[in-house]
C-alpha cells in the first residue's frame, strides 16, 4: 500500500483547547413553536407533525422541524423551496450574502463572529429538446453555506454549519443548520501534535489495500451529523482519504480525538454531508 498526500494537515494548531458540554435539543412541541417565533411566526398555532425523530410545526405556508437527536433545524416555504419559476435566478453572489447575512441577523440565529462564509451553491434545472441537441439549464436558487467557528477555530464534520436557501427574487425559501449550542466550558485539554496524529493515522490504515490518497486533512472541533445525538464538542483531526485498489475504488475517513483527554465517542452514525441538497454546481 501506499499513501499520498494531496491535503496535509495544518503545521501549527493550539497548543490546547476547550472542551464545551452541549445543550439539549430545543425539540418538544412547545421548543418548535417558540422557535418559530424568531423566523416572524406567531407560534400560536397547533398545527404539528411527529416522524421519524422530528418534530414538525407549520403555520401557513412556512414549516419548521427539529430533530430531536440532534437539534438540527429545517424551515422551508412549502410552496416555493426547490421550485422551478419563469424567472432564472441572477442575483450576484454579494446579493446573495447579504441577504442571507440580513436573514441570519433578524432570526437571531447564529453571531456573525461565529460564522464564515463557506461557498455558495446553486440549484438548477435542465432540459432538451426530443434529439437531446439542444439543452439549456436554469438556476432556481442559491444556497449560501456558512462553516461555524467555536473560540477561532473551525468545526468540521457533518455538522457545524448553516445554509439560507434564496429564490430568483430575493426571497428566503429556505433554511437549514446543524449547530448545536454549547451549555458550558466543561475542561480544557492538551492537543496532540500533529506527526503524532499523522503515524496514527498511517498505523490505522496500514492493513488497507491499495493505493491511499489523503483528500482532506483537517483540525478543529468536531461536529456529528443531524442524526447523533452529541454531548460533548470536542477537537479532532479528520482525515478523508479514497483508496484505489485495481478497478476498485472507494471513498473513507478517520477521525482521530485531538485531546489528550477524550469525553465522548467522536462520529455518529452518519458522517460528512455537509449541507448537500440535490444536485448543486458552482456557478
Known amino acids: 500500500m501506499t499513501i499520498r498526500y494531496a491535503k496535509e494537515l495544518p503545521n501549527q494548531v493550539p497548543a490546547s483547547l476547550a472542551v464545551y458540554r452541549l445543550a439539549p435539543p430545543q425539540s418538544t412541541m412547545t421548543q418548535a413553536a417558540a422557535m418559530s417565533q424568531r423566523f416572524g411566526l406567531s407560534g400560536k398555532m397547533r398545527e404539528f407533525t411527529i416522524s421519524d425523530d422530528w418534530t414538525g410545526y407549520q403555520e401557513g405556508r412556512i414549516r419548521i422541524s427539529v430533530h430531536r437527536n440532534s437539534g ?43 460564522m464564515r462564509l463557506h ?107 443531524e442524526l447523533d445525538r452529541q454531548l460533548y464538542l470536542e477537537p479532532a483531526y479528520v482525515f478523508i482519504y479514497t483508496v484505489q485498489n485495481g478497478e476498485v475504488a472507494h471513498k473513507s475517513i478517520e477521525v482521530i480525538a485531538a485531546g489528550q483527554r477524550v469525553f465522548a465517542k467522536l ?12 444536485e448543486r454546481k458552482p456557478a
Open 119 to 225: 461557498k455558495i451553491t446553486y440549484l438548477r434545472s435542465g432540459s432538451s429538446d426530443l434529439e437531446g441537441k439542444e439543452k439549456t439549464e436554469k438556476l432556481i436558487d442559491a444556497g449560501v453555506i456558512y462553516r461555524r467557528f467555536v473560540d477561532e477555530t473551525p468545526v468540521e464534520g457533518p455538522g457545524g454549519y448553516t445554509m439560507v436557501n434564496i429564490d430568483p427574487e430575493g426571497e428566503v425559501v429556505g433554511f437549514r443548520s446543524i449547530w448545536r449550542q454549547t451549555l458550558r466550558r466543561e475542561a480544557k485539554v492538551k492537543i496532540i501534535p500533529v506527526g503524532q496524529v499523522v503515524e496514527a493515522f498511517e498505523k490505522l490504515v496500514s492493513n488497507v489495500e491499495g493505493d491511499l490518497t489523503v483528500t482532506a486533512a483537517n483540525f478543529g472541533y468536531f461536529e456529528q451529523g
Open 72 to 114: 438540527a433545524l429545517r424551515y422551508i416555504n412549502i410552496d416555493k423551496y426547490g421550485m422551478e419559476r419563469e424567472k432564472e435566478f441572477r442575483l450576484s453572489e454579494q446579493e446573495s450574502e447579504q441577504i442571507s447575512r440580513d436573514f441570519l441577523g433578524r432570526t437571531r440565529m447564529y453571531s456573525d463572529k461565529l
Open 267 to 278: 462520529q455518529g452514525k452518519k458522517r460528512f454531508d455537509p449541507g448537500k441538497q440535490e
